[in-house]
């Protein structure tokens, strides 16, 4: 069963910008996202907390924007900004706890990830 699922990506000029959204089948406290280009380990991206808070990698901060769409628990944007071709890569959400009411629906999940390219 898919547990969190992304939408967004696709192919942009560098400069260019993308948005993209995680979207959970239960309430998700604390999301992140990673990215994973061909043969490199997965980078931490950023995450988000249930009161907003929000935390990046230094490599990103300027460039990328994580959100509660409506302050949404179900559903965490990210928005990118000023792409590179460096940023090509599959983006992935996760999520440590995924809770339907006050009960843990399932944990640890990863959603399978979207693809972002940037090109000319």
């Known amino acids: 069963q898919v547990y969190l699922r992304e939408s967004g990506g696709g192919l942009v000029q560098p400069g260019g910008s993308l948005r993209l959204s995680c979207a959970a089948s239960?309430?998700?406290?604390?999301m992140d996202w990673y990215r994973q280009a061909p043969g490199k380990q997965r980078q931490f991206l950023a995450t988000?907390?249930?009161?907003?808070?929000?935390?990046y990698a230094d490599f990103v901060k300027g460039r990328f924007t994580i959100s509660r769409p409506d302050n949404s628990m179900n559903t965490v944007d990210l928005q990118l900004n000023e792409l590179k071709p460096e940023d090509t890569a599959h983006y992935y959400c996760?999520?440590?706890?995924?809770?339907?009411?006050?009960?843990?629906?399932?944990?640890?999940?990863w959603g399978p990830g979207t693809q972002v390219t940037v090109s000319s």
């Open positions: 988000i907390t249930k009161t907003g808070r929000a935390t």
């Open positions: 996760h999520a440590d706890e995924i809770y339907y009411g006050a009960s843990v629906l399932a944990s640890d999940r």
């Open positions: 239960g309430t998700v406290y604390t």
